[in-house]
């Protein structure tokens, strides 16, 4: 549309289709088909062409010439804004996952997430101890953990969660333990404390699926989210004080005002899953 305006305004301003391809560095021809198009697009005559050399305006082309200088200047505008919004660069959005998020959470809500075009995402899972310290140190922009931690300059988020249970046979006297640090070993910790157990065997693993492999074939016993657990592993129920909440962790002040506003979507989405 911009071209057949510029066009029209050159026959315009000059009465004339061959001076008008001189101005704007095209045919005579090209010229007349352009103001053809016009004509047939507005459904009006703009230009009477019955005069030897000139050509005269009609009512119709002196109304749009009042606005055509201005139609070009939005048209122009708007293609600006469009070329520079499909141009931004995506930002880069490193969230951290614990372990347990990771299989239960991050499934559930990474379309939504995937469908912000502003946002670059790269994940990475560790436990909720390092997701803190990563989520200060800047190398991670938000985290979900699985217990409450108080930490100066974070803001913390409180979301839906998940049930532990015990997982296991009841018999078993090797109780697998998840690293210092981790959501789940927090919980065991308080479990075995409430219950006055002091454990004969411990085997510590850093993985969630390393002790799923282990529960699996019968070896050994601890707390674990239900929701991750193969249905052939043994399980006891809980009370309701091992029914957690899980938290979004990011700095208070997030200087990025992009990263900022990630904030909210993630609790949003976090929030409707």
Same mark, same amino acid.
Do not use: C
């Given at each position: 549309?911009?071209?057949?305006?510029?066009?029209?305004?050159?026959?315009?301003?000059?009465?004339?289709?061959?001076?008008?391809?001189?101005?704007? +560095?095209?045919? *005579?021809?090209?010229?007349?088909?352009?103001?053809?198009?016009?004509?047939?697009?507005?459904?009006?005559?703009?230009?009477?062409?019955?005069?030897?050399?000139?050509? *005269?305006?009609?009512? =119709?082309?002196?109304?749009?010439?009042?606005?055509?200088?201005?139609?070009?200047?939005?048209?122009?505008?708007?293609? =600006?804004?469009?070329?520079?919004?499909?141009?931004?660069?995506?930002?880069?959005?490193?969230?951290? +996952?614990?372990?347990?998020?990771?299989?239960?959470?991050?499934?559930?809500?990474?379309? /939504?997430?995937?469908?912000?075009?502003? +946002?670059?995402?790269?994940?990475?899972?560790?436990?909720?101890?390092?997701?803190?310290?990563?989520?200060?140190?800047?190398?991670? =922009?938000?985290?979900?953990?699985?217990?409450?931690?108080?930490?100066?300059?974070?803001?913390?988020?409180?979301?839906?969660?998940?049930?532990?249970?015990?997982?296991?046979?009841?018999?078993?006297?090797?109780?697998?333990?998840?690293? /210092?640090?981790?959501?789940?070993?927090?919980?065991?910790?308080?479990?075995?404390?409430?219950?006055?157990?002091?454990? %004969?065997?411990?085997?510590?693993?850093?993985?969630?699926?390393?002790?799923?492999?282990?529960?699996?074939?019968?070896?050994?016993?601890?707390?674990?989210?239900?929701?991750?657990? /193969?249905? %052939?592993?043994?399980?006891? /129920?809980?009370?309701?004080?091992?029914?957690?909440?899980?938290?979004?962790?990011?700095?208070?002040? %997030?200087?990025?005002?992009?990263?900022? =506003?990630?904030?909210?979507?993630?609790? %949003?989405?976090?929030?409707?899953?």
């Amino acid at each position: 549309m911009d071209k057949l305006l510029k066009t029209f305004m050159a026959v315009y301003e000059t009465r004339n289709f061959s001076l008008a391809a001189k101005q704007l +560095f095209i045919s *005579q021809p090209s010229v007349s088909v352009q103001i053809n198009q016009l004509e047939k697009e507005l459904g009006v005559s703009l230009f009477d062409r019955s005069g030897h050399r000139q050509v *005269q305006p009609t009512p =119709a082309a002196v109304k749009l010439y009042g606005t055509a200088e201005q139609l070009l200047q939005t048209w122009e505008k708007g293609v =600006a804004q469009l070329k520079q919004s499909a141009e931004r660069p995506q930002i880069k959005a490193v969230l951290g +996952f614990s372990q347990t998020t990771s299989v239960e959470l991050l499934p559930k809500i990474i379309q /939504p997430l995937l469908r912000d075009t502003r +946002f670059q995402f790269e994940i990475k899972t560790m436990n909720s101890e390092n997701i803190l310290q990563a989520v200060v140190d800047r190398r991670v =922009a938000y985290g979900i953990i699985e217990k409450p931690i108080v930490a100066d300059y974070v803001q913390q988020t409180e979301l839906p969660g998940d049930q532990l249970v015990l997982a296991g046979k009841a018999d078993e006297r090797l109780w697998l333990l998840r690293e /210092p640090g981790s959501g789940v070993r927090h919980y065991t910790d308080a479990y075995l404390h409430e219950q006055g157990i002091v454990p %004969q065997r411990t085997l510590v693993v850093d993985s969630n699926q390393s002790i799923i492999g282990l529960l699996t074939q019968g070896i050994g016993k601890t707390l674990m989210s239900a929701g991750v657990l /193969p249905d %052939q592993v043994t399980r006891q /129920p809980l009370g309701e004080q091992y029914r957690r909440h899980f938290y979004l962790v990011g700095l208070d002040q %997030q200087p990025n005002v992009q990263l900022a =506003a990630l904030r909210g979507v993630l609790s %949003q989405v976090m929030l409707n899953q």
